[in-house]
């Protein structure tokens, strides 16, 4: 068809078929025999009014990319839009993730595990909506406040208000290379970061408790207002806030405390090896990747607590260090691996810490994590910040 349409024909193959034909994703082919038919529309999700079938005499032959020819069309909702769309409905949305929640797993009615997570969405609109993503996606450890988003195929839910969930068929493009990014990417920088008056399409505990205003962080939050409004929860719920802290002291007398084994291989991201470095997903002994597990004392005027981070956050805090260059210098140069733990402490970082109350035997504790660092370096911007927060108060 001609590629001016920027048509989306729902393509459908027998796995057997599939594998014969050594497919790729994102990968210009061309299909002599590709029978065509009018799909029902129940599950055709697309912008065309038929679909392609392949059977064995469907031949699949890679060709020279077309630069005119996108992997990937989105048809962007935007997010204030999305309350006008009915519930199992289908959208394309492109977004800043805002937030990215806790890995959690489920048990299918086959009593299988099925790993979850929620990353919450933010445009231009002002507005932010929960998608949940399952599986490997959901098992990724790189997920980051700030990154733009573009997922294809959404399904639309009207739990808690608007939320969106990823399917099989839904497709999530990090960083997507699309005028429409740009845009977002331009608006959310331009702020830097800091979006007055979010409001959220998707009502949570943590959104009830915390308020939806203030940028990247969340809410604007002392140590102590966190902690208080942490005690003030029921259930399971979180409170996400953006605190301007001051680190203390990170942990790191224990190195076996401070590093974990990770599958190398990106299909298993975020898998942790055996004492023997043996995956329990690949079944295979490989050499590991290593990764942030920390643990840092932080405090403002108000209070201090301690903090989590795992691998992205970690590397936030100590400079972009990898974790395994930082386990071989602890081995080779005990001093060295000192100054660079002297250097975080007593610097002044913003961080977006997610809290919630964690049962440690009886009694119930704050526990705090790191979903976003960045050290202070601005001190200008941080305090004009800080004036115009004040003005809000006069």
């Known amino acids: 068809m001609p590629k001016e349409e920027k048509s989306e024909p729902p393509c459908l193959a027998m796995p057997r078929i599939i594998s014969n034909k050594s497919s790729k994703t994102e990968r210009c ?26 059977d064995m005499n469907t031949q699949v032959v890679h060709v020279q990319n077309d630069e005119q020819i996108r992997s990937v069309q989105l048809e962007i909702t935007r997010i204030n839009d999305i309350d006008k769309i009915e519930p199992n409905g289908m959208v394309d949305v492109l977004g800043v993730i805002h937030n990215v929640g806790d890995h959690g797993t489920i048990t299918t009615r086959k009593g299988d595990q099925l790993s979850k997570r929620t990353l919450t969405l933010l445009d231009t ?46 497709k999530l493009i990090v960083n997507p290379v699309i005028p429409e990014a740009q845009l977002i990417h331009d608006w959310y920088t331009q702020q830097n970061g800091y979006i007055e008056n979010i409001k959220p399409m998707t009502t949570t505990k943590s959104n009830l408790a915390s308020g939806e205003e203030g940028g990247v962080g969340g809410t604007p939050m002392t140590i102590n207002e966190l902690k208080t409004q942490v005690e003030g929860l029921s259930g399971t719920g979180q409170v996400s806030a953006s605190c301007h802290v001051t680190v203390l002291t990170v ?34 002994t490989q050499d590991p990747e290593w990764r942030y597990m920390l643990r840092f004392a932080v405090m403002d005027y108000s209070g201090q607590a301690w903090v989590g981070a795992f691998n992205i956050q970690a590397k936030q805090l100590l400079g972009n260090v990898e974790a395994t260059t930082l386990r071989q210098i602890e081995q080779e140069d005990k001093q060295r691996y000192e100054q660079i733990f002297e250097s975080v402490s007593c610097r002044t970082f913003q961080m977006k810490i997610n809290g919630k109350m964690d049962d440690y ?8 994590n790191a979903a976003w660092i960045k050290p202070v370096t601005d001190y200008g911007a941080a305090s004009r910040h800080l004036i115009a927060e004040i003005a809000k108060l006069m």
Not at 150 to 161: L, P, R, T
Request: charged share 25%; with cysteine; glycine share 8%.
């Open 125 to 170: 609109s002002s507005r932010t909506i929960d998608l949940t993503i399952w599986g490997k996606d959901a098992d990724r450890e790189d997920w980051q406040s700030s990154t733009l988003l573009g997922v294809k195929n959404a399904k639309v839910s009207d739990f808690g208000g608007r939320s969106l969930t990823a399917l099989g068929s839904s």
């Open 361 to 368: 035997g009886t009694t119930p504790q704050f526990r705090g």
């Open 29 to 54: 082919i061309s299909s002599p025999r590709a029978n065509s038919r009018s799909p029902t529309k129940k599950f055709n999700n697309t912008n065309n009014d038929y679909e392609l079938t392949f």
């Open 251 to 284: 942990k790191h007398d224990d190195p076996a405390k401070l590093f974990y084994p990770a599958c190398p291989q990106p299909d298993c991201k975020g898998k942790k090896l055996d004492e023997n470095f043996s995956c329990p997903t690949c079944r295979q």
